[in-house]
C-alpha cells in the first residue's frame, strides 16, 4: 500500500520533453517517506515499505486503493497526457474539498507551544501559528482549562442569550481600545467580523462604496472579498459594486514606480485621486491591514495611517483597521493603529483572539452601535455571542497580559529580524527582510539588482523546510509566491529562532547547490 504522500500535477508531455534533464530532479516532497520523480513518460514514487523507484503499472497495483479509487485507471501512455494522481497518507482524505491546492503531507496528532507532532512522532516547528492564530502557542494550558469549564458550564445559547463569559470578555476588550470605541460584537471569523463592520458603516453612513489596499486581504466571502484585492477575485461571479483599489505602499516594488525602499506615500494621494475620479458620491469606508500580511508582509511607513485619516476625514469616510493578525501583540503593541496614533471607527479582531478557537470581534463607537440599532441592525449567526469561544479569549487576555507577551513580541522580533539579516547577508536570493514584531517576511529573489521573484525556490526552499522539520508558509499573491511569512507564537524561545534559521539557511544552501549539501 502506498502509505504516505502527494499531490503530482504532471503533464507528461512536459516530462518526456524534459526527461534527460529531470531524470533525477524531485518533482514534489510532501513528507520525508516518499519521494517522486518524473521518468520515461510516467510518475515513479517511491514506496515506503520498499525503498526503490516503482514503474507506473506497479504503483497502480500497490496503490490499488488510493489510486484505482480515485478512478485513474493508468498512469502513463497516449491518451493519459496529462493527469493528477495523488498518493494519499490516508486515503480517507479522498473524501475531503480541497480549498486550498492540496492538503499538508502528514496529519498532525498533538501540538504543543510552537510544534506540531505528527501521528509517527515527526516534530515539526510550526512558524504560522497554525493560521496566524495560536499566539500563546498550541494547546497552552491556560485555554484548555477555559474550555474545560464552559464545557461544564454553558457552551451555546440561543444568540440573544447572554452569559458570564462574553459579558466579560466585552467589559475586558473595551478596556484595551481607546475612546470612543467602546462596544464589542463577538463573532467567530475574521471575515465575519470585517463584514460586520463594513454593514454597520454602511448603515450609520448611507453610504456604500468602499476602499481597499491593493495586496490586501480580508476574507473570503462574497462582501468582504470584493475588496480583497491580493486574491480570490477570479472565477466567483460578480464583486460588489464600489469597491476600489489604492496602490499598497511597498516600498520593495513601489506600485506607482516612484519610491525606492522607503515609501512617502505618494501611491495613497495617487490612490485617492482616482478614487475620487471614480467615485459616484457615495464613500463610505477604507478598509486595511496594520501590516499587510497574506500581500507579502508590506508593512506601511510611520505615519501613513494618520495622512489616511486626514484623507478620510476630510471624505466624511470611516476607517476600518482589519486586525485579524496584527491584534493582541502580533506586532509588538497590543494593536497595529497604536503606531500611528490614530483611532479607526471600527477594529475587526479575530484569529489572534482565541487562541485557536473560533472567536472575532468587532469594535465600534457608542454613536455608530446606537445610531445601527436604532435602524434596526440585524446580524443574527448561530453562533454569535457563544459562550465556550468568549471563555477561551478570555484566557487569551490573561496570558498576554501576565506573560508579558506584547513586550516579548517586540523583543523577540527584533532577534528574528536580525538572525534573517545574517541569512540575507550569504544568500544573494534573500533581496529583503522586513517586518514588525513577529510578523515578518522574507522575500526571494532571482538576483538583488533585477529583483525578479524567485517563485520556484520559494517553493524549492518550503518543501526543503519542511523536510527538515520547519513549516513556514510562503504567501501567494496574484502571478507570485515567493515571500516567506513567519509568525511564530509570541511565546517562541530564541532558541527556536536559532533552530528555524539554522534549517532555512541549510534549505537555502541544500536547493541552491544541491551537490554540496
Ligand atoms: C488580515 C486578515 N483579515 C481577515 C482574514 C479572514 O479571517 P478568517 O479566515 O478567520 O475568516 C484573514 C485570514 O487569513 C486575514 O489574514
New binding site residues.
Partial sequence: MVVALAELDVDLDAAEERRARVEDELVDVRSQLVAAKVGDAAVLVRLPDRDELVAPEELHRDAAGGLAALGVEDVGGEGHRSASYSCLVDERERFLIRYAGSFAPEPIARAEGAWVETADGKRILDFTSG??CSTLGHNHPRIAAAVRSALDNVVHLNSWMLSEPVLALGERLVGLFPPPLDRVLLLN????A?EVALKMAKMHTGRWEVVGLTRS????LSGIASVNFSMAHAGYGPVLPGAFAIPAPYAYRCPVRHCEGACDCTCLEVGFELVDQQSVGSLCALVA?PVL??GGIIVPPDGYFRRVRELLDERGMLLVL?E??TGFGRLGSMFGFERDGVVPDFV?V??TLGGGLPL?ATITSAAVEEDCYGKGFLHVTSHVSDPLPAAAGLAVLDVIEEEDLVARSAARGEYLLSRLRELQAQHEPVGDVRGRGLLVGLELVEDRESRRPADELGAAVTRECYERGLSMNIVRSQAHANCFRIAPPLTVTEDEIDLAVEIMDASLRAVREPAAA
Fill in positions: 493560521q496566524i471569523t475574521g471575515t465575519e470585517n486581504f480580508h476574507g473570503l491591514e500580511s497574506a482589519d485579524a493578525q475587526g479575530s484569529k472575532a
